[in-house]
């Protein structure tokens, strides 16, 4: 199962549409690295919605991939994380993710193109 | 390969690569609801699930897990007992801590499942490990 990461000029967008088993989510984690490298990715938006369950291992996979997204120097959002799912997460322990979160998908580009403008570094609008 | 059988409103579920993981948490979902859960204990619930059932292939390689239907006339309730042959834990209480990992995880999956469930117990001994889960509400 392949989550498709889109790519709107220099930002790039990966909506989780189904459950993910554990290798998923690794190859997720992989695809979603190489294509911040070839495209030079400047932000990305990962929107969760579709996760009904986010346990320990989600939760580093998510915070991996944030982490390894702003090593190559791109933004990172988290958008759509359910309710429920946020309750449970507090529940089971503090800090378990610790990328940025939005409520939704539209937040979440508004955020990048804030932190993006903030670093004065890049045209977003500029294909590499 | 899974292979559910439900009698009643009880299932075994075998868990012995990563998509049984995926059906179990699905499937204690799906339970949790028939029995009358809220959706917030149905999302409780089938993270606990994730984590033991995760536990299970990650350091026995297989092993099954037992839900099933403890509700009362006044209470709704739903236990689940995971079972592997692994190599078992060596020290339950360090096991239980939060950060504590043989496997280079987070640590979070069993201290997490304590607090989400009203009922958490561990037997573990070389060859048998067993887990065991519930959630027990006051019928509305
Ligand atoms: N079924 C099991 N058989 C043998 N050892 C286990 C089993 N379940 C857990 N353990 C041991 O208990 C430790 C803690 O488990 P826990 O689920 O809390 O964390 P983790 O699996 O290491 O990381 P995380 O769940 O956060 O990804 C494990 O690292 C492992 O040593
Ligand atoms: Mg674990």
Do not use: W
């Not at chain 1, 990461?5 to 088993?21: D, F, H, K, N, T």
């Not at chain 1, 378990?96 to 903030?118: M, P, S, T, W, Y």
């Not at chain 2, 979902?29 to 029995?35: F, K, M, S, V």
């Not at chain 2, 403890?70 to 360090?94: H, K, Q, Y």
Request: glycine share 8%; hydrophobic share 45%.
């Amino acid at each position: 199962m392949r989550i498709p990461i889109l790519r709107i000029g220099r930002i790039l967008l990966a909506s989780i549409q189904v459950e993910m088993s554990d290798s998923d989510a690794l190859r997720f984690q992989n695809d979603v690295v190489q294509k911040i490298a070839e495209i030079e990715a400047l932000g990305i938006a990962i929107d969760i919605t579709s996760l009904e369950v986010v346990d320990s291992y989600m939760a580093r996979v998510i915070n991996d991939t944030a982490t390894m997204a702003r090593l190559l120097g791109a933004e990172v959002v988290v958008c759509g994380i359910q309710p429920y799912v946020a309750m449970t997460l507090v529940e089971m322990g503090r800090d378990l993710i610790g990328a940025n979160c939005v409520f939704d998908l539209e937040q979440a580009l508004l955020r990048l193109q804030e932190r993006i403008a903030a670093r004065g570094d890049a045209d977003l609008d500029k294909g590499s | 390969m899974s292979t559910a059988t439900r009698g009643g409103m009880d299932m075994q579920l075998c868990i012995a690569e990563a998509m049984d993981v995926v059906r179990a948490r699905a499937d204690a979902r799906q339970l949790a609801a028939l029995i009358g859960f809220s959706p917030a204990d149905q999302t409780r619930l089938a993270t606990a699930v994730s984590e033991l059932s995760r536990n299970i292939l990650q350091y026995a390689g297989k092993g099954h897990c037992e839900m099933s239907d403890i509700s009362t006339d006044t209470t709704l309730g739903i236990r689940i007992v995971f079972e592997d042959n692994g190599p078992g834990i060596a020290d339950i209480s360090l096991a239980i801590q939060d950060g504590y990992s043989t496997g280079g995880g987070l640590g979070a999956g069993l201290p997490g499942t304590r607090r989400l469930m009203d009922q958490f117990s561990i037997e573990s001994r070389p060859g048998l490990t067993r887990v065991t889960i519930a959630l027990v509400r006051r019928r509305a």
